[in-house]
């Protein structure tokens, strides 16, 4: 039975690797109109151009010529850089995200991962703090600083993906996810720019979470979103900058030296701008007081990058790595099985380099190396040391 053409996934595989179809028509020696009657379905390339196909957009072939065997439904996704970034950055990015679902939702199988609480046992909270709080409370962190926000999140049963592997970047964003009746929320890290503005980010996801379960931000207008953006900044703030210990440290210090700032820093693992906005918001600080110390940042040349930006790694999330790693330790599985397995369930075709980004780890994970002519021996390391 001959495979149908599947011009959908040609338009999804096109939009992962931002082009237009002008720019995938020059790249196939074809016209815009036939790459346009190929994803409409109203034409099917030769076996010649499918091959180009794959080369291009870095596909196996089967994808092209296999339909969904999932459904996903998505809540709507939260796009912290909604107002600046273009749709051609944020659509791979979405592309992406629906991946890691499906990668998720096969790993749910056979890992125990830990179990994202029912958002309704923050309802009845009457404001940020006691939000905030309660997050805190959840996950026995005390008043202490955060030192890898992306633990938490993965410890709190959250899928966290790492974007950076783009080439076009986007900020951090999120979604709800249901796929098989298990629901996911994803949180990416983006393109956050440093270990302390990423911080700041996944909070911020945590935040949309918490807040806004019964609001898709595709349906908000401008400014709509800029409200739901402040709320979810005012749950990070609180949520890595409590009143009770960061709020108390402060009192003791010179609140409108912008040393202050620089030298808690590496302490909360929060940006300088992002201590100082939090001090004005305590009222531990006025307006006045706050613009100045932006104006020393800026005149010690400290706004991007500030102080430590360059010097301190971003964290990875490992649930997915950590997953992979114990199935095939464990043997319940070989890594190069777990592309066709994938494909078998989901009807959904990637290659070891893209499952290899997904998940944070390297390609030859994916591989079957069994068939390889390359066969290393152990050398008699014993006799040569022995006499």
């Excluded at 076996?47 to 296999?66: A, C, D, H, M, W």
């Excluded at 029912?118 to 309660?134: F, H, M, Q, T």
């Excluded at 959250?158 to 999120?174: G, H, L």
């Excluded at 796929?179 to 945590?206: K, M, P, W």
Aim: aromatic share 10%; hydrophobic share 35%.
């Amino acid at each position: 039975m001959k495979k149908i053409f599947n011009g959908t996934r040609l338009k999804e595989a096109r939009l992962y690797n931002k082009l237009t179809i002008t720019e995938l028509a020059e790249k196939l020696n074809v016209t815009k109109q036939m790459v346009s009657k190929y994803e409409k379905g109203k034409s099917e390339p030769s076996f010649e151009k499918s091959l180009q196909l794959n080369n291009i957009l870095g596909y196996p072939r089967e994808f092209f010529y296999t339909t969904d065997k999932f459904l996903i439904e998505n809540e709507g996704t939260f796009f912290r850089s909604r107002l600046t970034a273009t749709q051609k950055s944020k659509e791979p990015a979405s592309i992406a995200l629906k991946y890691s679902v499906i990668v998720r939702d096969f790993l749910e199988q056979y890992i125990d991962f830990p179990i994202l609480q029912n958002r309704e046992v923050y309802e009845g909270k009457d404001n940020p703090e006691e939000i905030a709080l309660s997050i805190r409370e959840s996950m026995n962190l005390g008043l202490e600083p955060i030192h890898d926000i992306i633990e938490v999140a993965e410890l709190m049963g959250f899928t966290v993906i790492n974007m950076n592997y783009q080439e076009e970047k986007v900020d951090a964003f999120s979604s709800m996810n249901t796929i098989n009746g298990n629901s996911y929320f994803v949180i990416t890290t983006g393109d956050s720019g440093s270990f302390y503005r990423q911080q700041f980010s996944i909070a911020h996801e945590i935040g949309h979470w918490v807040l806004h379960q019964n609001i898709n931000p595709q349906e908000l207008d401008k400014d709509e979103y800029k409200i739901i953006e402040e709320e979810a900044n005012k749950i990070a703030s609180i949520l890595l900058l409590p009143k009770e210990s960061f709020g108390e440290e402060l009192k003791s210090k010179i609140v409108d030296e912008i040393d202050t700032y620089y030298n808690l820093k590496r302490k909360w693992n929060v940006s300088m701008a992002a201590m100082i906005k939090r001090a004005k918001d305590l009222s531990i600080i006025s307006v006045d007081q706050q613009a100045k110390l932006y104006k020393q940042m800026h005149y010690r040349k400290w706004r991007k990058p500030e102080p430590f930006d360059l010097d301190t790694k971003v964290t990875l999330p490992v649930a997915f790595k950590q997953s992979l790693e114990l199935l095939i330790d464990e043997n319940i599985l070989q890594g190069h099985e777990i592309p066709l397995m994938i494909a078998e369930q989901y009807n959904l075709y990637l290659t070891p380099k893209m499952l290899a980004e997904i998940c944070g780890v390297e390609p030859v994970l994916f591989m079957d190396n069994s068939q390889s002519k390359v066969v290393l021996k152990i050398k008699d390391y014993r006799t040569k040391y022995s006499s």
